[in-house]
């Protein structure tokens, strides 16, 4: 009724096939946020795999927690994650960023089941996860928010006011997931806006933090599990240090991974790259 089998191998398995369906959408366009969707795969497939409450034929039942992409552009990612987790039928991925489509290349919760917020804007998911976070401790319901984040929207002032905001509330109900790949659209994101030590800032504003490798599945399940069983009052958030196009060897060496064209021959090169590591 609320996810997907969480057997190492079968969550293995759902990692393979998000990357998958992502880099399938991303042919239909020739291009997209492919190098993020191929690494924040794994914490994609242990939220929709194991962590997260929902119900795939229910996407907005009152009991669900709540996945708020902040980071819309990565959509492609998450739509894949939908597709897994049979919120969307798996024929509507050929539609990908075209006209009328229920998957526009930025997430858009108008459009898509299962998408809580419209992302687009980097900056806006915390503080409007601090807000869900209150009203559903007023509602004294037991779900919880996960806000998933680029290092990029470290760089937003809007960020460290919620994360400020959520350690005043004691939000223990609101965990945050934070991709340390550090690229962004200008460059390597220590270099825009350094922000290392990242765990300790955290830690000064008043969160429980974590840091694991953000593509090692037994890690990654195990920050989740962590972050839900704390007893304490403080909001959890978990960095995740992953690899830009994880599982295809020759976008995992490009220089620059966030927004990238894909020759025609590649992206048959790339799906046969995933598979042979089956």
């Known amino acids: 009724m609320t996810n997907l ?3 190492p191998a079968q969550l293995a398995q759902c990692a393979y096939r998000i ?6 959408m991303g042919e239909v366009q020739g291009q997209g946020y492919i190098g993020q969707a191929l690494g924040w795969a794994d914490v994609l497939a242990v939220a929709y795999g194991h962590a997260l409450k929902f119900k795939a034929d229910e996407p907005e039942w009152e009991g669900r927690d709540r996945f708020l992409l902040s980071h ?4 492609i990612a998450f739509y894949a994650a939908l597709i897994e987790a049979g919120i969307i039928p798996q024929e509507e991925l050929e539609s990908y960023g075209s006209d009328d489509s229920r998957l526009p290349m930025s997430g858009m919760a108008t459009y898509t089941p299962g998408m809580e917020i419209s992302g687009g804007s980097l900056g806006q998911g915390l503080p409007i996860g601090v807000g869900i976070a209150l009203a559903l ?3 004294k319901s037991s779900a919880f928010v996960y806000n998933s984040m680029s290092d990029g929207e470290l760089d937003e002032g ?3 006011e919620a994360a400020l905001g959520a350690a005043h509330h004691d939000l223990s109900n609101l965990i945050c997931l934070v991709d340390i790949n550090n690229q962004q659209a200008d460059g390597p994101s220590g270099k ?3 922000f290392e030590p990242l765990a300790d800032k955290w830690a000064a504003f008043g969160w429980h ?3 694991v490798d953000g593509n090692d599945l037994s890690a990654v399940t195990a920050a989740f599990d962590i972050a839900r069983e704390l007893t304490d009052a403080k909001p959890r958030v978990i960095l995740f240090d992953t690899l ?3 599982g295809v060897p020759f976008l995992e060496e490009r220089d620059k991974n966030h927004f990238i064209r894909v020759d025609p021959p590649e992206w048959q090169q790339a799906l046969d790259h995933l598979d042979q590591s089956q």
């Open 5 to 7: 089998s969480d057997a």
């Open 209 to 211: 933090v974590q840091r």
């Open 244 to 246: 830009m196009g994880k």
């Open 72 to 75: 819309g552009h990565y959509a």
């Open 192 to 194: 825009i806006m350094g």
């Open 19 to 24: 990357r998958r369906f992502a880099l399938r």
């Open 158 to 160: 809007s960020t460290w």
């Open 137 to 139: 401790r007023l509602k």
